[in-house]
């Protein structure tokens, strides 16, 4: 499939080793903060989301932290896997009226064997 | 179960000319969402269809239009094209009107040339 990490910001990761991805975000009315995975040729994956109430959530091997004071969002993958690789992309969910997600600037996550 | 289908999964048109795409939301889904999706960038809302009426819209031009059927499906009309409407297509389903739960298909690629 045709890749969609072109001039991405590019983050290389051993195996094994765990992964930080940052991003910024800028509203600050949005009530769910979410990170989605995209595979090459594929749509986006949801993985994980935040209630903008809290500052970390836990999943299988993910982590997401949320600094509103700074509007800054990340998410931590332990023990990263070949499979982990793909681009990966912030969001905001807004509250109230129709809902809809904004998808910030995505990284791309490569993953060294 | 299926997930969310769309079609074509390719596509080349010709400046000027109209396409449209479609999209099959998940059983029992009743809200379908449109976004684009420019090459290293992440996707960009178009629409939300939710029981057959358009709900939200976001800042594209007139030339894009979409429409929901009974059976929940819909189509992404886009006519007189340009050479930046070149991008990945995405259609996500979700049960209710809201972003939660969004299941994003493989997407359209639309070449224009």
């Known amino acids: 499939g045709e890749s969609v990490g072109l001039h991405l910001p590019t983050l290389s990761v051993q195996e094994g080793d765990n992964s930080i991805i940052n991003c910024a975000y800028s509203?600050?009315?949005?009530?769910?903060f979410i990170w989605y995975k995209q595979e090459s040729g594929k749509g986006p994956q949801f993985i994980i989301d935040?209630?903008?109430?809290?500052d970390k959530r836990q999943g299988q091997r993910v982590t997401v932290l949320l600094n509103k004071t700074v509007k800054h969002l990340s998410l931590q993958i332990a023990a990263t896997q070949p499979g982990d690789s793909a681009v990966y992309f912030c969001?905001?969910?807004?509250?109230?009226?129709?809902?809809?997600?904004?998808f910030g600037t995505g990284t791309k996550l490569q993953v060294i064997p | 179960d299926a997930g969310v289908t769309q079609s074509p999964t390719h596509l080349i048109k010709t400046r000027g000319q109209q396409v449209t795409l479609r999209c099959s939301p998940i059983s029992g889904h009743k809200s379908v969402s449109w976004y684009q999706q420019v090459l290293g960038q992440g996707p960009q809302f178009i629409f939300q269809y939710y029981e057959k009426e358009e709900r939200g819209r976001g800042n594209f031009p007139d030339r894009f239009s979409a429409r929901q059927f009974p059976n929940y499906s819909s189509e992404l009309n886009v006519n007189a094209l340009l050479l930046g409407d070149s991008a990945l297509y995405l259609c996500a389903s979700s049960l209710a009107g809201s972003a939660y739960g969004y299941t994003f298909g493989s997407g359209t690629r639309l070449t224009v040339v």
């Open positions: 509203n600050s009315a949005s009530d769910y």
């Open positions: 935040i209630r903008s109430n809290m």
């Open positions: 969001a905001e969910r807004n509250s109230g009226g129709y809902q809809k997600v904004t």
